[in-house]
């Protein structure tokens, strides 16, 4: 039975932050709001997150990192061709966000507040991406799929190239008509450059 | 002498239109603003732009034309290889951008309010911008320095692939030390590619 007599994991907070996040948008959130969807006191929220930017901080760090844990699936899966697996990688990310900005627009719009407040966190998931996307090229670089001497340089330059597919500044593209064909046709490009 | 007794010409009113936009934002640049600015009646304005909505645009267009214009040269001397071509059109794109963004960012502020506003006329500078690096790519096929099918689809992919280095919505980052570095690493992947 959920009661406040629960273990008050910090995991528990935040998805009680995001719950908070979803009713109320951006300018709530706070360690009172949470800990008044959670009934339990301010005080055993804070034992957790000390401040509100703290936990406003960890949520978006969440909300990034259920992404970069789907691909680091398939950027680990070593065993496949590098290529296909370059290709389903960034079809992946194009996905998540896909499905992030359609199925609920308006929490998506809450965390383009919080990674405009929380860049250091974005930065840290884009390095943690750049890796992921690092190892595929490399691997390609070692096997003879891809012809590449600075295989971090190339991952910059293929996630920075892909942008229109993964940036939330483009989110309103993402449901056009030919927006599958275009991101094809970049990422043939980009993979021809590669080889 | 700059007097009313002036032929008041489309160009002369959208030169006062920009430099309203320019003091006084993007929540000004009414008909009555800018009759004002140039002394004139509204009614005279009103002779070459029947609507507020009208002279927004046509400041949009004239705006964006600006850059067009510069890249049309470039795109139009078919004389020089079309590689070295594309790779200056794309480094005239990027420091045009750069250079509007830095040079007078309130101003260009002010006009991404109206690119938002004027979505038709931010189509036909894309498509515009679209036509030239066709043209470019076409003329490369046709020589044999690019291996492309659709140079139109190559033409759009590149133009997409490259839009941190152009599109508005990246101008914070066009400041940042290595931004330089990224552009070329992204050029030179797309080169390769089509070649």
Chains 1, 2 share one sequence.
Not at 15 to 20: L, P, Q
Not at 57 to 78: C, H, M, N, P
Request: aromatic content about 6%; hydrophobic content about 45%; some cysteine.
């Amino acid at each position: 039975m959920a009661s406040t007599s629960e273990i008050l994991t910090a995991e528990r907070i935040l998805a009680a932050t995001e719950e908070v996040l979803r009713r109320h948008g951006p300018a709530k959130a706070t360690v009172v709001d949470v800990a008044r969807a959670l009934g339990v006191s301010h005080g055993s929220v804070y034992r957790h997150f000390r401040t509100k930017a703290a936990l406003r901080e960890a949520v978006t760090k969440r909300w990034l990192d259920r992404t970069s844990q789907k691909l680091a699936v398939i950027a680990a899966a070593s065993e496949r061709d590098p290529e296909a697996r370059l290709r389903d990688w960034l079809a992946a990310l194009f996905e998540a966000k896909r499905h992030k900005a359609g199925d609920d627009p308006e929490l998506f719009a809450t965390y383009t507040v919080l990674t405009d407040e929380n860049g250091a966190v974005v930065g840290e998931h884009i390095a943690e991406l750049t890796a992921q996307l690092t190892g595929i090229i490399t691997q390609g670089a070692g096997s003879g799929t891809f012809s590449v001497s600075d295989p971090a340089a190339a991952a910059r330059a293929v996630f920075q190239a892909t942008g229109r597919f993964h940036d939330p500044c483009y989110a309103r593209e993402w449901t056009r008509p030919g927006v599958g064909e275009e991101f094809t046709a970049v990422v043939d490009l980009l993979v021809r450059g590669l080889r």
